[in-house]
């Protein structure tokens, strides 16, 4: 009997595993595309498609489920006032991986997880933010 063989272990504990997937969502709200393994972009592929529909949801349990499992209050709110409003005629399918070869060290096949419709622009604007915040308090 197969019963509760519904996911990859990718080796890790419960509560690694956990908390690797809720950084990953975090990432992929965030910069709208992050690249990955395989197994662990299919993975992320199902919890991401479950939260943006909380996100589409919008009301205030929904919020505190998104809260609990995402763990970040900037993401959360960006799924909830930009996302959730970007998906809400689609009807599921807001994610899609694409291979993207190997990796050199270890040659672990690789894969780009993003979000369907993304914003280009997304992709490490908070970083660009950051260091010109950074050179704009070095220079005063």
Known sequence: MRHGNGY???NRTHEHRKAMFANM???IIEHEQIKTTVP?????KKIIDKIITLGKKG????RRIAGSRV????????LFDI???RYKERNGGY???????????????????ELVDRDIA??????????AQLEEAEST
């Open 83 to 85: 996302l959730g409003p």
């Open 122 to 131: 997304a992709k490490g604007a908070s970083d660009k933010a950051r260091v």
């Open 25 to 27: 969502v975090c990432s």
């Open 40 to 44: 662990k972009a299919k993975e992320l």
């Open 95 to 113: 994610s899609r991986v694409l291979k993207a070869g190997y990796r050199y060290g270890d040659n672990a096949p690789m894969a780009i997880i």
């Open 71 to 78: 763990r970040q209050d900037a993401a959360v709110r960006k």
């Open 8 to 10: 990859r272990k990718l």
């Open 59 to 62: 009301d205030l349990h929904s």
